[in-house]
């Protein structure tokens, strides 16, 4: 059975049980350091919060989240190892990059005048991957790319081909980011014909394009495909990702559907408050959306129990690395 990096150590695949496969715990975009009235971090503080907030997922059964946070967008793997020791759960952390856009390319940009960036970011993943991320003796478990809306730039296709090559080497699985339902063919396409196993990547944020050829034209790559915004309508109605995901299950497609909630408890930086009329637009969001209310509409509209298994164990076991 192959392992599974955790921040804790390796588990085999099979113990991943319920899974939750883009999540964060705590985030903060690029430059949110430089608020001066924003409050200092605080680990302890972020780690009560998401401790809270992750307890009722928890009583649900969850028994794995994968922190999808890259390294230039707030990744703490101290905070990480906080949250599972305290819960008794798996946390898989990741390495990786964001989008050019809301990211940190400032850096690889400049060296790249010189250099290859692509090999030096392969060698960042792998050494992450292989030998732990700083001196915090954590490996990371997946590889996360992003693209933003409408294009993948000429910077986010040096990530992305690094990306590949490292899961190649490495084995380990590549989730994504995808703008407003854009790129999720290209990326898949890019993804492949570098090197990456199809059946190790899983494009993330599908959910919000509810045009099922869309998704199709994803799915014919061989590989995975997330619906793991739930409960984000300011961004996307669930509505509609719903009808979307019962018409794919319909057709046979459970065992390429990923689910989750991209959420995160703890903002680095400013509190985030939404205007009054907003906040029912992230009314359900949380770690618990999914199975307070996504899996019982899909079980009331007669999706059986051996599908949804399938999403919430099987997929991310086998993303994993089991066969």
Known sequence: MPKVNTVLGSVSADELGVTLIHEHLALGYLGWECD???????????????????????????????????????????????VSERLGINIVCATGMYTERYGKPGYLKFRSQVYDITAEVYETYVKEITQGIGNTGVKAGVIKVATGHGKITSYEEKILKAAARAQKETGVPIISHTEAGTMGPEQADLLISEGADPRRIAIGHMCGNANLQYHLSVLE???????????????????????????????????????????????????????ELAKPLLANWSYVHVFKNIIPALKEAGVTDDKVNTMMVDNPRRLFGEE
Request: proline share 6%; hydrophobic share 45%.
């Open 36 to 82: 001066a009235m924003a409050p200092p971090y605080d680990r302890e503080t972020a780690a009560t919060t998401c401790v809270e907030a992750l307890k009722e997922a928890n009583a649900y059964g969850l028994k794995t989240l994968v922190d999808a946070t890259a390294s230039d967008i707030g990744r703490d793997i101290e905070l990480q190892k906080i």
């Open 221 to 275: 790559k061989g590989v995975y495909i997330a619906f793991d915004r739930l409960g984000i309508d300011m961004l996307f109605p669930d509505k509609l990702r719903k009808a979307c995901l019962m018409g794919l299950l319909g057709i046979g497609y459970a065992d390429k559907i990923l689910l989750s909630q991209d959420y995160w408890p703890y903002w680095l930086g400013r509190p985030f408050e939404l205007p």
